[in-house]
């Protein structure tokens, strides 16, 4: 018999390596089709591709690639983490995203031990990562002025193994406050006008220690009215924050290579004696030059190259003549083989991965407002005894 496992401190209640009956299983189907099920014996899962029954699911690993029960498609079947709860769950607010998440547990410091309130349970997202981060020792307290959002969270808390360590309570703390006192490390507001409830979410703090606190606010008008409360109320080092995702675009682009030094001395030689033609005054000696083929071939040039196409040319020589004049100058630029004009050709154009960014960033969910409060009380030093 194989032995089963205690449930992931902080995570959902599985019972091993091996689906069972009664596992909350996420279905992964594509990026945008994530969704889970009870493992129920005779229910089973549709979409597009097929069906797919619960009960060839049991006994499976998670993480399994499982066909659908006419082969035409496959979905994998993961175990659930507070970053797939949130992708799955049913939507009975407006969620937070790992993106805020990430930023919100960074800033209040949450960590194993923490104790936190946090006020507007809505939809449970954000309620599995803090209960992760802060098990096996933490405790989070969260309220719902909504009854029917509070029952549907208490009733998800207590399946996925999460009711010893979230306490959930349905109460209207703007207008009722907080029952605890000088118990918690960090708040976090999620209401239509948090400044209502600051005043008493400043004593749920412990006194002896700072506390971080975050309000989340969709309008710019709700941060500035929370910043003026914060600052009554005597918390430090305001701070507000946006995340915008910015999805940059992988694609393959050509580019053209530099030239070589051989090749931009030849043409800094040719440019300096075109030039010296020019300065010639009327009636004097006229300078011409013959550019050697090879030396054009070495220039970019926007046409595809075709190996094995290109005459054969004399190495790059300048040739000055002074029609006045029978003596001729000769410039020697320095040699490109024949050889070498072909790699020239053939480096001309490359291709490369870069990424561009878009030129607007969207995905705005909301401001993110971050304050400290000192310690209210500091221990008293005792008196050294002889």
């Given at each position: 018999m194989q032995e089963q496992k205690a449930p992931t401190l902080g995570g959902f209640a599985v019972k091993g390596d091996c689906i069972e009956v009664g596992d909350i299983v996420i279905l992964y189907s594509s990026p945008s089709n994530v969704t889970y099920a009870t493992i129920t014996p005779g229910k089973q899962f549709a979409n597009n591709f097929?069906?797919?029954?619960?009960?060839?699911?049991?006994?499976?690993?998670?993480?399994?690639k499982h066909p659908s029960a006419t082969g035409n498609g496959f979905i994998y079947l993961l175990y659930p983490t507070p970053e797939l709860w949130t992708l799955s769950l049913p939507?009975?607010?407006?969620?937070?995203?790992?993106?805020?998440?990430?930023?919100?547990?960074?800033?209040?410091?949450?960590?194993?031990?923490?104790k936190m309130i946090e006020a507007g349970t809505g939809s449970g997202s954000f309620s599995h990562a803090i209960a992760r981060t802060i098990a096996p020792t933490g405790h989070l307290y969260t309220f719902e002025f909504n009854e029917e959002r509070y029952l549907k969270a208490k009733e998800e808390f207590a399946d996925h193994g999460l009711a010893d360590m979230v306490t959930a309570e349905h109460r209207d703390v703007c207008n009722n406050g907080f029952e605890q006192t000088d118990l918690v490390d960090a708040v976090f507001l999620d209401l239509p006008a948090p400044w209502d409830a600051l005043a008493a979410a400043k004593k749920t703090f412990k006194k002896n220690k700072t506390g971080k606190i975050c309000c989340f606010s969709p309008c710019a008008e709700q941060v500035l009215k929370t910043t003026l409360a914060l600052q009554k109320l005597g918390f430090v080092d305001i701070k507000m924050f946006e995340i915008l995702v910015r999805p940059y675009e992988v694609k393959t682009v050509q580019i053209r290579s530099l030239p070589t030094l051989d090749q931009a001395n030849c043409r800094h030689t040719i440019g300096r004696l075109k030039r010296k033609s020019r300065e010639e005054e009327p009636g004097e000696s006229v300078v011409e030059l013959e550019i050697p083929s090879a030396l054009d071939s070495a220039a970019p040039s926007a046409a595809p190259f075709k190996a094995g196409t290109e005459e054969k040319r004399e190495p790059p020589t300048i040739m000055v003549e002074e029609k006045t004049s029978a003596v001729k100058e000769e410039v020697v630029a320095p040699v490109i083989e024949e050889k070498e004009?072909?790699?020239?050709?053939?480096?001309?154009?490359?291709?490369?991965?870069?990424l561009?960014?878009?030129?607007?960033?969207?995905?705005?969910?909301?401001?993110?407002?971050?304050a400290t409060l000192l310690p209210q009380v500091f221990p008293q030093k005792q008196n050294a005894t002889a």
């Open positions: 097929g069906r797919y029954p619960h009960d060839s699911m049991i006994g499976k690993k998670w993480g399994s939507h009975r607010t407006q969620i937070l995203y790992n993106p805020d998440i990430s930023l919100i547990s960074t800033h209040l410091d949450l960590r194993p031990g923490v004009v072909s790699a020239i050709k053939e480096s001309e154009v490359k291709e490369m991965v870069g561009k960014p878009p030129k607007e960033s969207t995905g705005h969910t909301s401001f993110l407002t971050f």
